[in-house]
């Protein structure tokens, strides 16, 4: 059983930072091979993926969050992170955790960030 916990989250000013964490629970050594990324969903939009990082190679990062985001992984806390920097208000949005692992993938519940003055 897998199982990610989001955090992080919240209300920033434009301009400004946050960092998510999705903390990895799982009863096998999942987290070493998986491939881990961040989704995010803003009001009326479709899921985008925003970025990933996994054993196979990256980071990788979607055009409109590049030089401003950061995604890195802990092995020892089983935990992944997203640094992101210069948010704008159009970066408002539910942010996901996703592992895809030994063929299966997984999703956190999310947190929201909204960015607003």
């Known amino acids: 059983q897998v199982q990610l916990v989001e955090s992080g989250g919240g209300l920033v000013q434009p301009g400004g930072s946050l960092r998510l964490s999705c903390q990895v629970s799982?009863?096998?050594?999942?987290?070493?091979?998986?491939?881990l990324a961040w989704y995010r969903q803003g009001p009326g939009k479709q899921r985008e993926l925003v970025a990933t990082?996994?054993?196979?190679?990256?980071?990788h990062y979607a055009d409109f969050v590049k030089d401003r985001f950061a995604i890195s992984k802990d092995n020892a806390k089983n935990t992944v992170y997203l640094q992101m920097n210069s948010l704008k208000p159009e970066d408002t949005a539910v942010y996901y955790c996703?592992?895809?692992?030994?063929?299966?993938?997984?999703w956190g519940q999310g947190t929201q960030v909204t960015v607003s003055s």
């Open positions: 996703h592992l895809l692992g030994y063929g299966r993938e997984y």
């Open positions: 799982s009863t096998a050594r999942i987290f070493d091979v998986a491939a």
């Open positions: 990082v996994g054993r196979a190679g990256g980071p």
